[in-house]
Structures are given as structure tokens and as C-alpha cells.
């Protein structure tokens, strides 16, 4: 193919917990998306400091929300935290938090920590509200503020340099014979919980005549019990030329699948069997 000093492509590519009292959230196998909630209401009812944590564990999703609710101003009024859980537009549950009430007219807070006992593989957004109660809307609660949000996963970067050959992005370096950036991996979920681990990267062979590489990918459950592999097409070297090929594969969809080893593999001149030159791990978590 050819030789330059850097190869560059574009590839377009709750439970509410009152004053003296808190509960420890039980242990998730994976926590695959933590987000930001922003302030929900105003100056006398607020909820402040959230953070929601996706949890993914036997096939199905849930989450945990961190934060605290403050009423101010506001004697004998109460509020509480809502969810509601959708399929696309369409709503599938409520849970609520557990209410707490002013006792005076003062500012009084009262921490938030909602592990929620709902799951479900089907859920695509929650909606994340506050809800309050006063003397004019008791006994109804009305919601004040509200966010949307929906679990999603960062890609993993992947990037593995050996002898004459690179896996990596889509820039190489002469200088270190060695893939500059990374390759990307994505976890694109699909119906329900079912996930696709999608690789896009560059293989570059160097001084390898003869060589084949390709890339094999293990698939495992959350616990390391083995799946499947699957090896993509070979790339061979024509001569000694600097020489490369961008791999984009998905082989396999699973909602078993939460870790994924990533494997150069390399065969060499007349020969059959394929032998692990590196191998990097990636977690759905992470």
C-alpha cells in the first residue's frame, strides 16, 4: 500500500432517608452509566447534589440515586422523590421515594438514597422528578422539577503494539513503528438488554512479509464464564511496505455478554494455526 511519516484517516463515522436515618444501597454487578442530575425545583423545595447510577445485572437494568431534598420556608409541606420508567414513549412504572415534611418554617434537608428494588431489560428512560405537597394541593403531590435520562456506555479504547504489528486508530507512527491512537469499542445496546460490541480500528503490518493477522474476540459473562470467540477475516502482508487494513466488526450480539477480550492473533508464512500476539480486556462498566 504505502509509506508515510503518519497515516491519518477520518472515520465518520429512593428510598428518601430522613434526618438520623440512612440505607446502604445493596451491591450491583455492574454499574454501566453514572449521571449528573441538575438542581430539580426552586428556593423552597430543591433537590440538590444527584447523582444516578445505572446498575445492569442479570439481563436487566435498575438504577440508585444519590442527592439531597431541602424545604425551606415552608411549615407543615412535604416532598418526595418520583420515577417514572418508559419503553421508548411508553410508560412502564412509577416508584416513589418516601416523603419527608417540614416541622417549622426554617431550612431543613434531608439526605436521598433510592436503590430501586424495579428491573427491568426493557427499560430506555427514566424520568426523575420532585414532587411536593401543601396545605393547598393535600393530599395530591405535584411535580416541580423533573429530568430524563437513559443508561448508556462509554467506548473502550484499544490499542496493541508488537513486532511489525499495530492495532490501534487511524494514525500510525514511522518513527516507533506503532499505532499512534486507539481503536474504538462500543457496547450498542439493541431490544431489551441485548448488546452488540462493535470494534472500529486500524491493523498495520511493517517489515512482516508474508504475515497474516486478524483480530479474535472472546466474549464472557459478568462472572468470566466463556461464551464464544469470534475471529474476523485475516489481513496479509505483500512485501515489507508499510501495509494496513481498518477492521469495523460486530460479530456477536448477547445480554449474557459484559466482558469482551480483544485478541491480535498472527499466522505465520505455510502455516495453519493462529498464535495470540496481545490480548486487551474491556468491561461494559468501564
Not at 462472572?223 to 505483500?238: D, Q, R
Request: aromatic share 12%; charged share 20%.
Amino acid at each position: 500500500m504505502f509509506s508515510i511519516t503518519r497515516i491519518a484517516k477520518l472515520f465518520v463515522l429512593a428510598v428518601l432517608v430522613a434526618a438520623a436515618a440512612s440505607f446502604v444501597g445493596s451491591a450491583r454487578a455492574a454499574t454501566i452509566d453514572t449521571d449528573t442530575v441538575p438542581t430539580l425545583g426552586g428556593d423552597s423545595f430543591k433537590f440538590t447534589g444527584g447523582t444516578l447510577y445505572w446498575h445492569f445485572s442479570d439481563e436487566k437494568f435498575s438504577i440508585h440515586l444519590l442527592g439531597k431534598i431541602t424545604i425551606k420556608n415552608a411549615n407543615g409541606s412535604c416532598a418526595r422523590m418520583r420515577f417514572e420508567y418508559f419503553h421508548g414513549s411508553t410508560s412502564i412504572n412509577k416508584e416513589y421515594g418516601g416523603q419527608v415534611c417540614a416541622t417549622d418554617s426554617g431550612s431543613t434537608s434531608w439526605n436521598v438514597d433510592f436503590d430501586s428494588k424495579y428491573k427491568n431489560s426493557d427499560i430506555t428512560v427514566v424520568k426523575v422528578s420532585l414532587e411536593n405537597e401543601t396545605a393547598q394541593t393535600a393530599p395530591n403531590f405535584d411535580i416541580i422539577g423533573s429530568a430524563n435520562y437513559s443508561p448508556g456506555t462509554e467506548p473502550d479504547k484499544i490499542k496493541q503494539n508488537g513486532d511489525g504489528v499495530s492495532f490501534g486508530g487511524f494514525t500510525y507512527d514511522t518513527v516507533s513503528h506503532t499505532a499512534w491512537d486507539s481503536a474504538d469499542l462500543y457496547w450498542n445496546r439493541g431490544d431489551g438488554a441485548n448488546y452488540t460490541v462493535r470494534l472500529i480500528g486500524t491493523m498495520y503490518l511493517h517489515d512482516v512479509a508474508g504475515l497474516c493477522a486478524r483480530i479474535n474476540i472472546r466474549y464472557y459473562t459478568e462472572s468470566g464464564t466463556f461464551i464464544t470467540e469470534k475471529p474476523s477475516g485475516s489481513f496479509c502482508a505483500t512485501d515489507n511496505s508499510l501495509q494496513h487494513y481498518t477492521y469495523d466488526i460486530s460479530p456477536y450480539t448477547s445480554p449474557d455478554a459484559e466482558r469482551v477480550d480483544v485478541q491480535v492473533q498472527t499466522q505465520g508464512v505455510g502455516k495453519t494455526d493462529w498464535n495470540l500476539l496481545s490480548s486487551q480486556t474491556a468491561l461494559i462498566n468501564q
